[in-house]
Nanobody
Framework: VQLVESGGGLVQPGGSLRLSCVAS????????MNWVRQAPGKELERVSA????????IYADSVKGRFTITRDNAENALYLQLNSLKTGDTAMYYC?????????WGQGTQVTVS
């Protein structure tokens, strides 16, 4: 199993970014996928999750209305559109497999809002 994120970077407050994650080594559409972030000195936070088959999604209250999670099962890809970014969104963002138990993690992509 491999999860490879990309798309992070430095952006000003109010800006946007699109994170991508390419998955391999498993049947992608059989799994719920997540974006999880960790800011320096803070706990891990599940930002969003998306069901493998019907595409239903959930969001943390902190990002609701600003972030959008999508997936392309044909391309084994997971995305996170980040809009109206705030300094508090600064964190390492991880692509993670699983619904309750997170068993595989990508290496992360850094998002810095400043």
């Amino acid at each position: 199993v491999q999860l490879v994120e990309s798309g992070g970077g430095l952006v000003q407050p109010g800006g946007s970014l699109r994170l991508s994650c390419v998955a391999s080594g498993f049947t992608f559409d059989s799994y719920t996928m997540n974006w999880v972030r960790q800011a320096p000195g803070k706990e891990l936070e599940r930002v969003s999750a998306i069901n493998g088959l019907d595409g239903s999604a959930i969001y943390a209250d902190s990002v609701k209305g600003r972030f959008t999670i999508t997936r392309d099962n044909a391309e084994n890809a997971l995305y996170l559109q980040l809009n109206s970014l705030k300094t508090g969104d600064t964190a390492m963002y991880y692509c993670v497999r699983g619904l309750v138990y997170f068993d595989y993690w990508g290496q992360g992509t850094q998002v810095t809002v400043s």
